[in-house]
């Protein structure tokens, strides 16, 4: 019994690892998703599967399959509608793009283009689902458009300034075409006697109009005159015939990118649509109620949403990725969105083991550059946030169901988040906007607070009573610490800035457990760990770590425990994390970790670190005490953005 007794003490004075969840995000090999939409609310009923970078869709007329083009994996998806189950992929060989299918459904005709960006249409059998006769073009594709009777291909490529061509849709030979005709795009009229071409004229200064094609003659029978200030791109026909949308993007600094709306029957701009601030509009479709036209909004990634009678927009849909072209079913009923983001949050249990993925949108993968996303966990661990640094957005999800349920735009390239004490608040780095934006958690509404200097924010960090708000901003173009960084403090009442501190390439921030001090460190020829007193301003201590080196900054991650004894830095260069002692302010251990550890985030119960690694296909668990790595967490890409919350 004595023996038992001891073996009971000993097992009990064990340290025992709270059961934790990791969220983490990692990119950038997922396959793209196909998201499903019902038309009568624009709501997510659905998604799937298609290769990676998917760009365009077409569906059959019968609605059984749609064809989904890949420009990353060079491939046509072909998916059956009635499981949205991927039944066959198309080798084509060039990054696809645009896509139009005949109207009896027998072919499918690809646009696509090489690295030499020489343009390639291809003609696929539907019965077949096998690439039949290729036409080379020189110059990049503009989207394409099929006659009503299926006997002519209409597109723009760029060569002699723009060429219009008709192509014969059978033998895939040019009949036809307008040399100096540079467009991006092509409308058609419903009879298909006429060809809308949104155009740049040659000329000092430049200018822009639509082109009127006779089809027939292929000549040019008038012109429409736009506006000098907006550089006119994708067109689209109303369902009843009688408008010509086209959408424009800032050509002239300090205006805004909006949608010209054109009787056709008289030639005359009728009327404009302005789109949200920083819009980038693309493809214009209308939805079969004839009430609601939809135009991808590339920069923010999402849809927005235009009541035709009102000539306004109404509504935003928020999509993980960005979106290119957009497809409705036959019968109107369903809408395909493709390419809702290439990265996924993988949840991980507190085995290591990856229990669930969903998908988000893109941030890239620059090793050059490792600083492409961070992720944060809500208060009570019921939501998810993660920062998607080429979608401009941020994907939230719901811890229980594992799914995403919005994405809501920030800004431009965000990088660090963070979550306010009560949760009621998301607060995001804008690294390319050099601005911070407030994000309401239950409404998705934005407060957008400008910086009062230039520079690139990079990460971000909340005192304990939700008061402050830290964020670094490095140097607006990486010069080796010639400028100045900065650290500017938020009030989160006021939304204001309320200091600012210089600080050398600053590049992680962190906030003591008790709030007094605040941990940022800088990069330039080696990491730097700056202490500052947070009712003062003042830096009290700074500790040199080491690594770097000519090549510029390395450090990305920092993370205090909640004990406050400790602080955890990255060094990207060293593949290491250094351990800090917070009371001596010393660098008590050097950890070998992964590759090109990143991102790093404690426990709750302050026992682990997690690291992220922008290269390696895995993560690091480093034991607080130890200071070594003692598990590997299998992703299989490069993770970013890690939040941890207790079960």
Not at 146 to 164: F, H, M
Not at 371 to 387: E, I, L
Not at 483 to 508: I, K, R
Request: glycine share 8%; net charge neutral.
């Amino acid at each position: 019994m004595r023996l038992l007794r001891v073996s009971l003490f000993a097992l009990l004075s064990i340290p025992v690892q709270a059961a934790v969840t990791a969220y983490i995000s990692n990119c950038c090999n997922a396959s793209s998703v196909v998201g499903v939409f019902n038309t009568t609310n624009l709501s997510k009923t659905a998604q799937f599967p298609a290769g990676n970078g998917a760009f365009d869709a077409v569906f059959t007329p019968d609605g059984l399959y749609v064809y989904i083009s890949n420009y990353v994996s060079q491939t046509v998806s072909v998916v059956q509608t009635s499981t949205w189950t991927p039944v066959a992929t198309i080798a084509v060989g060039y990054a696809v793009q645009w896509m139009a299918m005949s109207p009896d459904g027998t072919k499918v005709y690809v646009g696509s283009f090489d690295a030499a960006n020489s343009t390639h249409l291809v003609s696929i059998s539907t019965a077949t689902n096998t690439v039949q006769k290729t036409l080379s073009l020189n110059g990049f594709q503009s989207a394409m458009v099929i006659s009503p009777d299926g006997k002519r291909l209409y597109l723009n490529y760029q060569a002699n300034n723009g060429t219009l061509i008709a192509v014969d849709t059978q033998s895939l030979t040019v009949l036809g075409m307008i040399p100096s005709l540079s467009g991006i795009s092509v409308a058609l009229s419903h009879d298909g006697k006429l060809a809308y071409v949104p155009r740049v004229n040659s000329g000092t200064p430049l200018t822009f109009s639509v082109a009127i094609v006779d089809t027939s003659t292929m000549t040019i029978v008038n012109s429409i005159a736009l506006s000098s200030q907006l550089s006119p791109q994708m067109a689209a026909i109303s369902p009843d015939g009688t408008m010509l949308y086209v959408a424009e993007t800032p050509y002239v600094a300090g205006t805004s990118s909006s949608i010209v709306v054109i009787q056709t029957s008289t030639n005359k701009i009728a009327g404009t649509i302005a789109l949200p601030a920083k819009a980038q509009p693309g493809f214009i479709v209308f939805l079969p109620n004839g009430v609601h036209a939809l135009v991808t909004d590339f920069t923010r990634s999402g849809i927005d949403v235009i009541n035709v009678a009102q000539n306004k927009v109404v509504a935003t849909v928020g999509t993980s990725g960005t979106v290119n072209g957009l497809a409705i079913s036959p019968n109107g009923a369903t809408l395909l969105v493709p390419n809702e983001g290439n990265s996924q949050a993988a949840v991980v249990d507190t085995s290591g083991n990856v229990t669930a993925r969903a998908s988000i949108g893109s941030m890239g993968n620059s090793a050059s550059f490792p600083r492409n996303g961070a992720a944060a966990v809500s208060p009570d661990g019921t939501r998810a946030y993660f920062t998607n640094l080429f979608s401009n957005n941020i994907s939230v999800m719901d811890t229980a169901s594992k799914t995403v349920i919005a994405n809501v735009y920030t800004g431009s390239e965000p990088l660090g988040i963070v979550l306010s004490p009560d949760g009621s608040r998301a607060y995001v780095a804008n690294s390319f906007d050099n601005t911070m934006a407030v994000v309401n958690t239950t409404t998705f509404a934005i407060t957008t607070i400008a910086m009062p200097k230039s520079g690139y924010p990079t990460s971000i960090a909340i005192t304990p009573d939700g008061r402050h708000v830290y964020m670094t901003v490095d140097n607006i173009v990486p010069d080796f610490g010639s400028s100045p960084g900065f650290v500017f403090v938020v009030d989160t009442t006021s939304n204001a800035v309320v200091q600012t501190v210089l600080a050398p390439y600053p590049m992680g921030v962190a906030i003591s457990a008790d709030g007094s001090k605040a941990y940022i460190v800088s990069e330039y020829s080696g990491s730097t760990l700056h202490t500052m007193s947070t009712s003062t301003y003042k830096y009290t201590a700074a500790l040199p770590l080491g690594g770097g080196g000519a090549l510029g900054p390395t450090s990305a991650g920092i993370a205090v425990t909640p004990d406050g004894k400790n602080i955890f830095v990255d060094d990207s260069s060293g593949s290491v994390v250094w351990k800090i002692d917070t009371a001596t302010n010393t660098l008590v251990k050097t950890i070998p970790a992964g590759t090109v550890p990143g991102q790093l985030a404690v426990t709750p119960d302050g026992t682990q670190v997690y690291a992220a690694d922008y290269q390696n296909t895995s993560a690091s668990v480093i034991d607080v005490v130890s200071g070594s790595v003692v598990k590997a967490i299998p992703l299989g890409s490069p993770s970013y953005g890690v939040a941890l919350a207790a079960n």
